[in-house]
Structure formats: structure tokens, C-alpha cells
Antibody, heavy 117, light 108 residues
Framework: QVQLVQSGAEVKKPGASVKVSCKAS????????MHWVRQAPGQGLEWMGI????????SYAQKFQGRVTMTRDTSTSTVYMELSSLRSEDTAVYYC??????????WGQGTLVTVSS | EIVLTQSPGTLSLSPGERATLSCRAS???????LAWYQQKPGQAPRLLIY???SRATGIPDRFSGSGSGTDFTLTISRLEPEDFAVYYCQQYGSSPLTFGPGTKVDIK
């Protein structure tokens, strides 16, 4: 069965960077896009961007352009999302999600990133 | 960017009742590229419906989706205790992908 296992919770100071991993199993890693979505405490869902694990191409939401980098390692079937210049408003649960055409068929368990001085 | 609006914000119903959730888009969603997700506290969202009306694998047939253009509906025919949760719509017809703010279905 499809599994997306994310790295553990992180606490960062303002201005720092965080890198979250998402290890995929149960399907052909390079055959499906991977999305990143975040959810601030008590808030809704916000799409951050997408990576094609096959060639590594990416597309980011304009809000995160210049601050987010999505990469992948095909040897370990893992995608990464790095967010830099963190501020308190970036405190959220970050999810990876395997894409269909653009709907999100399977989700990781989420990684809580807390930004606090 | 397509903005999605969901109504009502909260729906208070009893088990066995019918739930009707609305999602309205600020512009037409191409090819009915509209999905619905269910999220329970402390859990990741779960895909229910894609393509406006296609049920995802393993989703009970009490969940149904309909609509096109700018107006979409998720219907739960008879609420089961496990259905009380927050429901989000999402469009994937144009970039960026966007989500609605959610409808909370709680127990009356």
C-alpha cells in the first residue's frame, strides 16, 4: 500500500531554515507528482508547490517563491521541502501528498514546524 | 487565482441526517477539476471525491459529489458517527491549486 512517511517535528528560530523529508513506498516513485501543503494551527489548507520526481522539475506558489525549494532523491524515493527565512507565521503542519492530475490522493502524516525565538 | 468559498461554515446535524455542503468558485473550474477532502482532528486530510463526482478508492457510496462551472456540492446521504469532521473543497484546474476554507460538520 502507498505510504508517505515524513520526518519529525522541528523547532526553529526566526530567520532559520527547515528541511522536511517525505519517504515514499508502495508505488513507482517517479510516476506521480508530489505536492506540499501546509496548515497553520486551527486554519485551512494552503498549497505550496509541486515536484515531478521523474525529472525534478518544480512549480511553486507565488507566495513562497524565493523561499521554498523542493528536491528529490530517486535512490531513496524521498522528496524534500526546504523553507528559508522562517518567521512565526510559518508555524504550521507541513504535509507531502502524492498527486493525481492535481488532486491529492495520498497524504503523509504531517510534520509540525514551530518557529519561535 | 481561483478563490473557493464554502458554505455553511458549520453544519450541525444528527446521525442519520443528510448533509449538503456547498463550494463556489470565483471563476469557472475547468474540466470539473474539483476535489473534496475530509479531515478529522489531528489527522491528515483524506481524499473523498475528485473530478467533481468520482469517489476515491474505499470511499462509501453515501458520499457523492456534483456540480460544474462555479458551483459544486458534496452530499452525505446519511451521516454516520465517523463522518463528523471538517470538509474542504479544492480546485486543480488552474495554478495555483487552491482550497476552500472548510465546512465543519458537527453533532447537533
Amino acid at each position: 500500500q502507498v505510504q508517505l512517511v515524513q520526518s519529525g517535528a522541528e523547532v526553529k528560530k526566526p530567520g532559520a531554515s527547515v528541511k522536511v523529508s517525505c519517504k515514499a513506498s508502495g508505488y513507482t516513485f517517479t510516476s506521480y507528482y508530489m505536492h506540499w501543503v501546509r496548515q497553520a494551527p486551527g486554519q485551512g489548507l494552503e498549497w505550496m508547490g509541486i515536484i515531478n520526481p521523474s525529472g525534478g522539475s518544480t512549480s511553486y506558489a507565488q507566495k513562497f517563491q524565493g523561499r521554498v525549494t523542493m528536491t528529490r532523491d530517486t535512490s531513496t524515493s524521498t522528496v524534500y521541502m526546504e523553507l528559508s527565512s522562517l518567521r512565526s507565521e510559518d508555524t504550521a503542519v507541513y504535509y507531502c501528498a502524492r498527486g493525481g492530475v492535481g488532486f491529492l490522493r495520498n497524504w503523509g502524516q504531517g510534520t509540525l514546524v514551530t518557529v519561535s525565538s | 487565482e481561483i478563490v473557493l468559498t464554502q458554505s455553511p461554515g458549520t453544519l450541525s446535524l444528527s446521525p442519520g441526517e443528510r448533509a449538503t455542503l456547498s463550494c463556489r468558485a470565483s471563476q469557472s473550474v475547468s474540466s470539473s477539476y474539483l476535489a473534496w477532502y475530509q479531515q478529522k482532528p489531528g489527522q491528515a486530510p483524506r481524499l473523498l471525491i475528485y473530478g467533481a463526482s468520482s469517489r476515491a478508492t474505499g470511499i462509501p457510496d453515501r458520499f457523492s459529489g456534483s456540480g460544474s462551472g462555479t458551483d459544486f456540492t458534496l452530499t452525505i446521504s446519511r451521516l454516520e458517527p465517523e463522518d463528523f469532521a471538517v470538509y474542504y473543497c479544492q480546485q486543480y484546474g488552474s495554478s495555483p491549486l487552491t482550497f476552500g476554507p472548510g465546512t465543519k460538520v458537527d453533532i447537533k
